[in-house]
């Protein structure tokens, strides 16, 4: 899982297999983005996630947010090669209406046929 | 989608010296940021920036650091003078509103100061 002071995590699956990351985060927040990057790029936003929605889907992605635990989970289903990413949540400390992401360590996700 | 574009996209300069690093964000965006990567490390937020202000820093936008977009034209953050610390991969990102709002992402500057 990733938080603060964790050091960057590595999953290492086999295509097709299901694969679930997990974030907690220490400050309440109303929105998590998961946000992946891939080697040599910018991190791109893949899902965004309201505190009122406890599960969020963008086809073979799914979300889940808990306020309660502050924790967020990113589940790929039937994984593929080209989901070989860093994978990273982040949670919006937004005041007075300017964005500031405050991004985890990261999950390292290698996906080999 | 939306592209952020960053010039140059590497960086070596000698301690001491000035650097600006440039950001081209998405066309019709407002607001403007800055994130640092250290190699290995997470990304940390350095600065926020709208209608020409600085609207948040943290403590690692040191007194050396400056952003500016004049005349709406590149993004810029100045490092002057740079220090060994200042070596890492620099992230811009821009967005059309504020909080909580979704960040486009630049491929980053990787800046070496040797």
């Known amino acids: 899982s990733q938080w603060g002071e964790e050091n960057l995590q590595a999953l290492s699956i086999q295509e097709g297999e299901d694969v679930t990351m997990n974030c907690s985060y220490k400050?309440?927040?109303?929105?998590v983005h998961w946000y992946r990057q891939d080697s040599g790029r910018g991190p791109a936003l893949i899902i965004l996630?309201?505190?009122?929605?406890r599960e969020k889907r963008s086809g073979r992605l799914r979300a889940t947010l808990d306020t309660s635990s502050q924790s967020s989970s990113l589940s790929i289903t039937a994984a593929q090669c080209e989901d070989t990413a860093v994978y990273f949540c982040?949670?919006?400390?937004?005041?007075?209406?300017?964005?500031?992401?405050?991004f985890g360590q990261g999950t390292s996700l290698s996906v080999v046929p | 989608g939306p592209k952020v574009l960053q010039i140059p996209s590497h960086q070596i300069i000698d301690m001491g010296q000035m650097v600006t690093l440039n950001c081209d964000p998405v066309?019709?965006?407002?607001?403007f940021y800055w994130y640092k990567q250290i190699l290995g490390q997470q990304m940390e937020f350095l600065v926020n920036?709208?209608?020409?202000?600085?609207?948040?820093k943290s403590k690692l936008f040191k007194d050396q650091f400056s952003v500016e977009r004049p005349d709406g034209s590149y993004f810029t953050l100045k490092i002057q003078p740079t220090a060994l610390e200042d070596s890492a991969v620099y992230f811009c990102?821009?967005?059309?509103?504020?909080?909580?709002?979704?960040?486009?992402f630049g491929p980053g500057t990787r800046l070496t100061v040797l």
């Open positions: 990102a821009s967005s059309f509103t504020g909080g909580y709002a979704e960040q486009f």
């Open positions: 400050t309440y927040t109303t929105v």
């Open positions: 996630i309201r505190s009122n929605e």
């Open positions: 982040a949670t919006d400390r937004a005041s007075s209406s300017f964005s500031k992401l405050v």
């Open positions: 066309s019709n965006h407002l607001y």
């Open positions: 920036f709208y209608n020409g202000k600085v609207m948040e």
